[in-house]
């Protein structure tokens, strides 16, 4: 089992920036990736970024160039850094741990971008 907990979610103007944090723990040993989704009312929760144990980073195209994904293993978190945000970015935000056998997910924070 791994155990998630984010926090820095709020509410920022259009352009502004926020971090998001995730702070895991249980079996750390387990995770092979690390990542952030994010679900808009009334849509699918959609893939934001992910990073490997190897390093190799994934990002939505929606947010390419703007945030940053990195992680710091001996802290055991995983960060999202959000610049130049856009009202379409508004939605929960959720961190997930990803292992050969299952998903683990945090409980997710909300970010809202007024325009």
Same mark, same amino acid.
């Given at each position: 089992? !791994?155990?998630?907990?984010?926090?820095?979610g709020? +509410?920022?103007?259009?352009?502004?920036? +926020?971090?998001l944090? %995730?702070?895991?723990? $249980? @079996? /750390? =040993?387990? /995770?092979?990736?690390?990542?952030?989704?994010?679900?808009?009312? $009334? #849509?699918?929760?959609? +893939?934001?970024?992910?990073?490997?144990?190897?390093?190799? &980073?994934?990002?939505?195209?929606s947010? #390419? $160039? @703007?945030? *940053? /994904? =990195? @992680?710091?293993?001996?802290?055991? *978190? !995983?960060?999202?850094?959000?610049? @130049?945000? #856009?009202?379409?970015? *508004?939605?929960?935000?959720? %961190? !997930?741990? #990803? &292992?050969?056998?299952?998903?683990?997910?945090?409980?997710? *924070?909300? !970010? &809202?971008?007024? =325009?």
């Open positions: 089992q !791994v155990q998630l907990v984010e926090s820095g709020g +509410l920022v103007q259009a352009g502004g920036s +926020l971090r944090s %995730c702070a895991a723990s $249980g @079996r /750390i =040993s387990s /995770i092979n990736a690390m990542g952030w989704y994010r679900q808009a009312p $009334g #849509k699918q929760r959609d +893939l934001v970024a992910d990073l490997t144990n190897g390093g190799s &980073t994934n990002y939505a195209d947010v #390419k $160039g @703007r945030f *940053t /994904i =990195s @992680r710091d293993n001996a802290k055991n *978190t !995983v960060a999202l850094q959000m610049n @130049r945000l #856009k009202p379409e970015d *508004t939605a929960v935000y959720y %961190c !997930v741990a #990803k &292992t050969v056998l299952a998903d683990y997910w945090g409980q997710g *924070t909300q !970010v &809202t971008v007024s =325009s």
